[in-house]
Nanobody, 122 residues
């Protein structure tokens, strides 16, 4: 199983980035997919999650209204559209997958990508 993130980079505050995560999961559409991040000197934290049919999504309060998670089950890909980025959004962003119902708890995710760096300059 592989989860490969892409789309990270350097952006100015107020800018946007779109992260992608391509998953080599059998029955991808049955997995809950999530995004987490780990900033410098910080613990890994939940960002957003989407269940198998996109009907259920959940966001951390810190990104609500600015970030949007979505998925394309035909392409085995999950996305994170990040708008109005702030310097405090600087982190390594990780994609994760779980066969469990919609959850925001990192230990409940079974598979993880290697991460992609997002840096927001002020």
């Amino acid at each position: 199983v592989q989860l490969v993130e892409s789309g990270g980079g350097l952006v100015q505050a107020g800018g946007s980035l779109r992260l992608s995560c391509a998953a080599s999961l059998r029955s991808f559409s049955s997995y809950t997919m999530g995004w987490f991040r780990q900033g410098p000197g910080k613990e890994r934290e939940f960002v957003a999650a989407v269940n198998w049919n996109i009907a259920g999504t959940y966001y951390a309060d810190s990104v609500k209204g600015r970030f949007t998670i979505s998925r394309d089950n035909a392409k085995n890909t999950v996305y994170l559209q990040m708008n109005n980025l702030k310097p405090e959004d600087t982190a390594v962003y990780y994609c994760a997958a779980t066969g469990k119902v919609l959850t925001i708890t990192a230990p409940r995710f079974d598979y993880w990508g290697q991460g992609t760096q997002v840096t927001v300059s002020s």
